[in-house]
């Protein structure tokens, strides 16, 4: 089975950047879907970022539109998030996670099946 080790949390000030790093390995057709979900306490975990590895293609949250981008290295198995022009409201615990389905690019919880163990993000003010 895949397994997915998050790294790049860290704090920053608003209007700052970080970078996100999800390597994955074992089971490459569980890697169909890459998405990045944040959690903070008391709220569902949301995603807000996906990528469909068959075509590349990627879909976003409205709340990170244009602020985050997701992307991968084939040749080191690793996913990114980008994220760019970070607000207080983007703090959060932030989980890589993978899924088999290859039809679309969703960040519908329902369709990962494989979770990191996260990487706190705080953006202070």
């Known amino acids: 089975q895949v397994q997915l080790v998050e790294s790049g949390g860290g704090s920053v000030q608003a209007g700052g950047s970080l970078r996100l790093s999800c390597a994955a390995s074992?089971?490459?057709?569980?890697?169909?879907?890459i998405g990045w979900f944040r959690e903070v306490p008391g709220k569902e975990r949301e995603g807000v970022a996906a990528?469909?590895?068959?075509?590349?293609?990627?879909c976003y949250a409205a709340s990170v539109k244009g602020r985050f981008a997701i992307s991968r290295d084939n040749a080191k198995n690793t996913f990114y998030l980008h994220m760019n022009n970070l607000e207080p409201e983007d703090t959060a615990m932030y989980y890589c996670?993978?899924?088999?389905?290859?039809?679309?690019?969703?960040?519908?919880?329902?369709?990962?099946?494989?979770w990191g163990q996260g990487t706190q993000v705080t953006v202070s003010s």
């Open positions: 996670a993978a899924g088999t389905p290859d039809f679309t690019c969703s960040r519908a919880r329902r369709y990962y099946n494989r």
């Open positions: 074992g089971n490459q057709f569980e890697t169909n879907l």
């Open positions: 990528i469909l590895t068959r075509d590349g293609s990627t």
